[in-house]
Every structure is written in structure tokens, then in C-alpha cells.
């Protein structure tokens, strides 16, 4: 049972509230359920923010447009296009897009709510947005691919831009889809800015924006361990994913010593005893980024096992890192982790554990990083990406990959702030106090907006 507050909704009624509003979003409210029970006695111990997450839980705007494009076949084929600017109190809009067939307004509501709190994490001026379509890029030619997103970007670019919402990529979003996207911006609002994140860095693109995600998610995975004295040498490591996110993050992981021992993507996953070296990772990367083919292959090509139709949360590990999607982690899976022996979990994609998994690892006070923060190191250097473009400048590899490495660091000290309980750290709670008060303090300031 909640407590009733003096100011405000209880819980209870927040959440009765928000589902008669939102009855057919299921993530949406998933991922406000998780922020307003953990910010519960927070906001109960601090009068002045009750009510604002019944804004914050309102998108500012949300936009929804028809996406007509030409196949190979000459047939007009129709998709439909989103872009909900969530909140803008501390800066532009700033999200990816996604394009798979999965896409919904509750996808993409939950995804714009998260990412309003990861960008407040990273300590960058940059508000929560998230869009795309449910468009499948599976199969389709590069010409497909570039006619639909010249098509997707001829509605979108009206209501972007570089102090407005800058979009970025996400599943399905890669350099490919940024490129035509970008293109297509250019050439309709005449002019040449940083509208995007996520360019080649060629063409005004940062350098280490690709492994970003997979990076800081692996440097805030290894400031987790030293609370606890422990390193990623040796270690066994679970990822699942095969796209960029996971791909990085096994780079990372290998680079110090880690096993990776799984990748996956959605036919199934691969369980390599001898673990992933940078040598078959070279092969996962041109099978998944220029072939396009399935991760099943890998199992062809290095004689291990393969999963159909399966995730990789029953093998034995001391690290799990998911990066493919939302809600790939049941609460079964959370126990069967646990009982095998791990002991650390950071989420490179958004909300892949249930709610009931998170809470699991809470209870159980394993080292669990929620992807608001364990995966905000590809926001943090759009934002870097931002900066550049704004400075008209490029700065090397080395100095983004530091800046990089003390925003991880810096959200880790956050966690550690407001999520300190005696001797655990309860990251959930940590984050999501952490990213709500400079957009809540924001908010204030700014009046009833
Ligand atoms: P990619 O499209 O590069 O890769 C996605 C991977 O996840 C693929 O292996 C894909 O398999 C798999 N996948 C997608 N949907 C499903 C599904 N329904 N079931 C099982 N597997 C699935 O995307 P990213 O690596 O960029 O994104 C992965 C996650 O990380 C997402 O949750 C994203 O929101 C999050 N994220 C990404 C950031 C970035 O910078 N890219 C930043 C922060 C978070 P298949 O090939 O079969 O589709």
C-alpha cells in the first residue's frame, strides 16, 4: 500500500490516473510506473516537486505522419512516422529514431520519458525526444532504404533543428539511414547544421559517436565493480545483441580482459565456450553492418553452439549486459542469472528487464545499472557531436573517448548520490533522483509551460 501524500497523488492514484490516459501503452507506463515509485518518497520528502511528474509523464508535442515511399517494385508502400518531443526544459529535444516493424506511440512515448532522464544524467543541456517508424529496413535495398527515409525526413524536417530537436539513430538507425537522412535535410531547409547526431565523421560527424553506447556502458560497468573490488579480467560476460550497442560493448569488454561468451539478435543467440575474440567480433561486425545477415552464421563459421528462437540469460556468467531491445529480460531470467552465479548487470539497451526483473535485482542487491544510466554515454557524445558542429571544429578520438570516460564517471557519482543504501547502491533509485532534479528545478523556474 502507498501513503497518501499532503501535496500530490499517491502512487496509486498517479498510476490510475496514467493508465486511463495512456490504456493502450503498455511500455509508456511501464517506464513511468518504475520512475514514480522509486522517486516516491523523494518527492514525498521534497513538497516543492509534487505533481511535476504528471507533466513530466505528458509529452510536450507529439507529431505522427504518413510515410509514402516506392519499393523496387514501383509499388507505393505507406509507413507511419513519429517524432514526440518529450520535454524541453533544459535543452532541445534529443533522441534517436527507430525504424522496426515493433514501432508504436508506446514505444517510442516510453523511449522519449527514459531519455529525458539519461540526457539530465549526462550533465549536457539537451532535453528527451525519441522518434521513427515501423518501417522494417530487414531486406530492403539500399535504394529502398534511401527512398524511404528522403520520404520519412520531407515531413520530419519541419519540426526539427539544431535548437529545436536533434534526432539521432537507434535500432535499425545506423550511418547509412543517418546519411540519406541528413541528405534529405539539406537539401530542404538549405542550409548545412548539426540536425543530427550520429554523422560520419567525414561530414560533421564526432568522432567515437559509434562505440559510444557499447563504451561508456563498459566504463560505467567497471566503476560498478570497484565499489565492490572487482575487475572485468577474466570475467565470464553475457551480451545479447548484435548491433551496434553490443558490438561495442563486446570491444570494450575484450579490450580488458572480459569472456564474451554470447551475441544474439532476434532468430536466436550463439554460445562460444572459448569466448568472442576481436578477431571473430571483425566478422560479427561485417556480417551484421555490411552483409545484414544473422548472427546463426557466426555459429557456421566458428563451430559453436547456436539457440534458436532463445536468450542467453540461462548461461552461466559473472556479467550480463542486454543490448538488443526492450523488455528481452523476464523475471525468470533475472533468477536464472542470479542462481548461476551473476553478479553484475548493465543495461546497454533502454528497459530490457521487466519491471519485475529490476526489482529482483534490487531485492537480491546484485551491481544493477538501468540503461538511463549505464547506456548515456551515446547521448553524452551527441552532445559532444553538437558541441563540434556548433565550434565548427573536430576533436580527435582521444580527447571525445575522455570526455567520454568522466561523463561515465560523473553519472556513476550521481548513482552513487542518491542511490546509497548503507552499504548497497541502488542504482534505480540513484538514477532516477539524479535525472529528475535538474528537470524538475528546470521546470519550476520556467512557470506552468
Ligand atoms: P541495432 O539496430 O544496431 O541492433 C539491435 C540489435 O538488437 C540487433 O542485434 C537486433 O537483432 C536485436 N533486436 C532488435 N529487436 C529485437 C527484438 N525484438 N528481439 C530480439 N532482438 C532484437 O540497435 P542498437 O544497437 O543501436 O540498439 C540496441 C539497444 O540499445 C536499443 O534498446 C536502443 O534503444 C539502445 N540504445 C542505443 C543507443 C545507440 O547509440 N545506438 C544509445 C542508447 C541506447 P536483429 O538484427 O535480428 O533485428
Redesign the pocket.
Known amino acids: 500500500m502507498s501513503k497518501t501524500k499532503k501535496v500530490g497523488l499517491s502512487v496509486q492514484q498517479f498510476l490510475l490516473r496514467l493508465r486511463a490516459r495512456n490504456p493502450y501503452e503498455p511500455e509508456f507506463v511501464q517506464s513511468v510506473q518504475e520512475v514514480v515509485e522509486s522517486l516516491d518518497d523523494f518527492i514525498d520528502s521534497h513538497p516543492k516537486y509534487a505533481g511535476l511528474l504528471e507533466r513530466m509523464a505528458e509529452p510536450e508535442r507529439t507529431i505522427i505522419f504518413r510515410v509514402p515511399w516506392i519499393n523496387d517494385n514501383n509499388e507505393i508502400v505507406i509507413n507511419r512516422g513519429y517524432r514526440v518531443q518529450m520535454n524541453s526544459a533544459i535543452g532541445p529535444y534529443k533522441g534517436?529514431l527507430?525504424f522496426?516493424p515493433?514501432v508504436n506511440l508506446s514505444i517510442l512515448k516510453f523511449?522519449a520519458f527514459e531519455q529525458t532522464f539519461?540526457n539530465s544524467l549526462t550533465g549536457l543541456p539537451m532535453g528527451g525526444g525519441k522518434g521513427g517508424s515501423d518501417f522494417d529496413p530487414?531486406g530492403k535495398s539500399d535504394y529502398e532504404i534511401m527512398r524511404f527515409c528522403q520520404s520519412f525526413m520531407t515531413e520530419l524536417h519541419g519540426h526539427i533543428g539544431m535548437n529545436t530537436d536533434v534526432p539521432?539513430?537507434?535500432?535499425?538507425?545506423?550511418g547509412r539511414e543517418i546519411g540519406f537522412l541528413f541528405g534529405q535535410y539539406k537539401r530542404l531547409a538549405k542550409e548545412f547544421t548539426g540536425v543530427l547526431t550520429?554523422k560520419h565523421p567525414g561530414w560533421g560527424g564526432s568522432h567515437i559517436?559509434p562505440e559510444?553506447?557499447g563504451y561508456g556502458l563498459v566504463y560505467f560497468v567497471q566503476h560498478m565493480l570497484a565499489t565492490r573490488n572487482k575487475a572485468i579480467k577474466g570475467k565470464r560476460v553475457l551480451i545479447?545483441?548484435?548491433?551496434?550497442?553490443?558490438?561495442f560493448a563486446c570491444e570494450k569488454i575484450i579490450e580488458h580482459g572480459g569472456k564474451v561468451l554470447t551475441?544474439?539478435?532476434?532468430?536466436g543467440f550463439v554460445y562460444d565456450k572459448n569466448g568472442i575474440d576481436i578477431e571473430k567480433l571483425e566478422f560479427i561486425k561485417i556480417l551484421?553492418n555490411q552483409k545484414r545477415g544473422?548472427?546463426a552464421e557466426y555459429a557456421d563459421r566458428y563451430h559453436c553452439e547456436y539457440f534458436e528462437n532463445a536468450?542467453p540469460w540461462n548461461v552461466a556468467c559473472h556479467i550480463a549486459l542486454p543490448?538488443?531491445?526492450?523488455n528481452?529480460l523476464e523475471f525468470e531470467d533475472a533468477v536464472a542469472l542470479v542462481e548461476n552465479g551473476c553478479y553484475c548487470v548493465g543495461e546497454?539497451?533502454?528497459?530490457?528487464s521487466r519491471n519485475a526483473a529490476s526489482d529482483y535485482f534490487v531485492e537480491k542487491k546484485i551491481l544493477y545499472a538501468p540503461?538511463k544510466a549505464a547506456?548515456?554515454?551515446?547521448?553524452a557524445v551527441?552532445g559532444l557531436e553538437m558541441t563540434q558542429n556548433n565550434m565548427r571544429t573536430v576533436w580527435t578520438h582521444e580527447k571525445v573517448d575522455r570526455e567520454l570516460q568522466g561523463t561515465m564517471h560523473r553519472i556513476h557519482n550521481t548513482c552513487v548520490k542518491y542511490g546509497k543504501e548503507g552499504e548497497f547502491i541502488n542504482y534505480v533509485k540513484g538514477s532516477n533522483i539524479g535525472g529528475f532534479i535538474k528537470v524538475a528545478d528546470a521546470m519550476l523556474d520556467q512557470g506552468a509551460v
Open positions: 534517436g527507430r522496426h515493433s523511449l539519461k530487414k539521432a539513430g537507434d535500432i535499425g538507425v545506423g550520429g559517436r559510444a553506447t545479447s545483441g548484435s548491433g551496434n550497442v553490443a558490438q551475441m544474439s539478435d532476434s532468430n551484421k544473422r548472427i536468450k543490448c538488443a531491445t526492450q528481452e546497454g539497451a533502454n528497459m530490457p540503461g547506456n548515456a554515454g551515446g547521448v551527441s
